[in-house]
């Protein structure tokens, strides 16, 4: 089936510091999401991605729609303590169902 | 707020007891899906609702597990004689049609003593 793959694992980073995450696939998504995790809590949508090549900003985050329509990247800009999470990419490939592929998280950790 | 809503929290049960957990979908969203996360790894899709038609069942759907959404509205997971290894966070989703934008619930964490 399909997988992603998402790096790195986890990160640790200190207050103000730019952070870059990925997430690969071996199969072509129609539209890429981000979400966030919070602890004991579901997932929280940040980012969509509709078209191959796109950008989108949403505040300090920024995503792209890999021209290959096999990857994305998610940016988070000057990262504050509340940054900290699980950051999850999820692809969907088309067809009427819309289901989620989801990868396996970045963890993120943000010394204060 | 009327985002995605699931009960209970969390539920602890002993093993080979049945467990019925509810999902209130954003009520404009007529696509409700249900997801199963373990530690260490992202949601995977379990089934998914088109209105009440249920339209699409994984293979990680055992028998033990069945799902309904009798009126197009709420959701029910059910799982029958649990097992150690159905312990995980249940979540739900919702989507508008033609939607590919999902939004979750808090989930149900459920433990199988």
């Known amino acids: 089936g399909q997988q992603l793959n998402q790096s790195p694992q986890s990160m640790f980073i200190q207050e103000g510091e730019d952070v870059s995450m990925n997430c690969t696939s071996s199969?072509?998504?129609?539209?890429w999401l981000w979400y966030k995790q919070d602890p004991g809590e579901g997932p929280v949508l940040l980012i969509a991605?509709?078209?191959?090549?796109e950008l989108t900003s949403n505040g300090r985050l920024t995503a792209q729609f890999g021209i290959t329509r096999k990857d994305s990247f998610l940016n988070i800009s000057a990262s504050i303590p509340s940054d900290v999470g699980i950051y999850f990419c999820?692809?969907?490939?088309?067809?009427?169902?819309?289901?989620?592929?989801f990868g396996k998280g970045t963890l993120l950790t943000v010394n204060p | 707020d009327t985002g995605v809503s699931q009960d209970p929290r969390h539920k602890i049960t002993k093993r080979g007891q049945n467990v019925t957990f509810r999902c209130d979908p954003i009520?404009?969203?007529?696509?409700l899906y249900w997801y199963r996360q373990t530690l260490g790894q992202g949601p995977e899709f379990l089934t998914y609702?088109?209105?009440?038609?249920?339209?699409?069942k994984s293979r990680l759907l055992s028998d033990r597990f069945s799902a309904e959404r009798p009126k197009g509205s709420f959701s029910t997971l059910e799982i029958q004689r649990t097992e150690q290894g159905d312990s995980a966070m249940y979540l739900c989703?919702?989507?508008?049609?033609?939607?590919?934008?999902?939004?979750f619930g808090q989930g149900t964490r459920l433990t199988v003593v």
């Open positions: 991605l509709y078209k191959a090549g």
């Open positions: 999820a692809g969907q490939s088309g067809g009427s169902n819309y289901k989620l592929t």
């Open positions: 989703a919702s989507t508008r049609q033609g939607g590919t934008e999902a939004f």
């Open positions: 609702f088109q209105n009440e038609a249920q339209l699409e």
């Open positions: 199969s072509i998504f129609n539209t």
């Open positions: 009520s404009e969203h007529n696509r």
